[in-house]
């Protein structure tokens, strides 16, 4: 299980998952359930940290972060 972080608009909170998949999918479940604006999930393991986040890419494959 790693650590991770997710922040919201309303502040941020620490759980754990097996994946970076399974870490997107519970944080925005919670989010969803708690009424929560999802901003952004962040690995708190050791070692060099990184960020998961959700983008949107239209017909012209330009990317926009959500």
Known sequence: ????VCYTK???WRFYADSDI????LSL???WR?????IKVESAT???PYTLCL???DKTNSIQTL
């Open 10 to 12: 309303q502040g941020n």
């Open 29 to 31: 479940f919670y989010c």
């Open 46 to 48: 050791l070692g060099k």
């Open 1 to 4: 299980m790693y650590e991770y």
């Open 55 to 57: 983008c949107k890419i």
């Open 34 to 38: 708690d009424n929560e604006d999802f």
């Open 22 to 25: 399974d870490a997107m999918r």
